[in-house]
């Protein structure tokens, strides 16, 4: 078939980042869908600022419809994200009373929503960037603040284990490949939580890269990940063309570099032991989809151009799995 569906050439998990509603009502996002990945992302479904209501209460609808799809299609659902500390619904930021009944309300959050997704999901981003921008320390949140810095990860890892064991369990964050104090606070927790135990099963980094990443970059950056031996998930993958973001100012030649950025990512993911590969994952489908374009209509990351036809950027990634 031209083009070929990524999924039946990759030698591991393919996902896209998917919203519940373009996937009813938008034939060409869902036939995309569809056809090339093994795994759906939820790209804000099965966030806490929508799952949870101001009064507490939880709506799963959104999330459930991408279930609904990933079961009619054979596919998974990749879980995003339990404990982040953006956009703190305001049901958790007024929970004022005892540490103990805060914590009893995470748990909860934690077993219902894992337990709901149980057997259709099949991995979750636990904690979502939990590290600092530039400083290359522990991000102070909410959840810190409330049940102890790491403690809050290791509870949420151990409350998430115990509601559905048979799935790996990520912590997740960006800017690994450009920030060399990122990474090395990201490897000194992943040693913390290990040491202390916690059923982390996997690794996400979500390569929110741009045309100008150096060259070596990702090699680097998965090497250095790798050496934990535990899987790893390219889990928000796009390339953006946008100078602000770092790419070449010349859009032809930034153009040019994003297909090659493409092949770079797949080959250093490729060139990893197979059992770490866990899933490589697009934030979205086509140009128009993303979330990249909404912050700047000139930007274009992804495989497929607006109309869903395939951009040299596909082809770069198609011809190296
Ligand atoms: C973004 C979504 O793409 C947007 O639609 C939403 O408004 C905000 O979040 N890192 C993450 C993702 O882990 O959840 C973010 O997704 C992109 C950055």
């Keep these: 078939d031209n083009p070929p569906a990524l999924k039946s050439i990759a030698p591991f998990g393919m996902g896209a ?3 519940a509603g373009p996937l009813r009502d938008d034939p060409v996002f869902a036939a995309l869908a569809a056809r090339h990945y093994t795994q759906l992302t939820p790209e ?6 929508y799952v949870v209501q101001p009064d507490g209460r939880f709506q799963f609808d959104r999330a459930d419809a991408i279930a609904a799809f990933c079961r009619a ?5 990749w879980g995003h994200t339990l404990v982040w500390y953006a956009n703190i619904p305001d049901a958790f930021a007024r929970l004022d009373e005892s540490r103990a009944s805060f914590g009893q309300a995470f748990d909860n959050y934690i077993t219902a929503t894992v337990g709901r997704y149980r057997g ?3 991995g979750w981003d636990v904690i979502n960037e939990p590290i600092t921008d530039e400083g290359g320390r522990l991000r102070d949140c909410l959840w810190s603040q409330k049940l102890g810095q790491v403690d809050y990860m290791r509870r949420a890892l151990d409350v998430a284990h115990a509601t559905d064991p048979s ?13 060399p104090a990122k990474l090395a606070a990201y490897m000194r927790l992943v040693e913390t939580l290990l040491k202390a135990g916690a059923p982390l099963g996997g690794l996400g980094c979500q390569t929110h890269i741009s045309a100008g990443l150096p060259e070596g970059a990702m090699h680097r950056t998965l090497e250095a990940l790798a050496s934990f031996g535990l899987p790893i998930h390219l889990s928000e993958l796009d390339v953006s063309l946008v100078p602000g973001r770092g790419a070449p100012a010349n859009r032809p030649v930034a153009v040019a570099r994003q297909a090659q950025v493409y092949h770079e990512v797949v080959e250093a993911f490729v060139g990893l032991p197979p059992q770490q590969r866990l899933a490589l994952t697009m934030w979205g489908l086509r140009d128009s989809d993303s979330w990249l374009k ?11 151009d607006d109309a869903g036809a395939p951009k040299p950027a596909f082809a770069a990634v198609a011809g190296t799995l």
């Design 17 to 19: 980042a998917v919203q």
């Design 167 to 179: 799935v790996p369990l990520l912590i997740n964050d960006y800017d690994l490949e450009t920030k």
């Design 44 to 49: 804000w479904e099965l966030k806490m600022e």
């Design 120 to 122: 259709i999901a099949n």
């Design 73 to 77: 299609h054979g596919q998974k659902l």
């Design 294 to 304: 909404r912050e700047d209509a000139s930007d274009a990351p992804l495989l497929f």
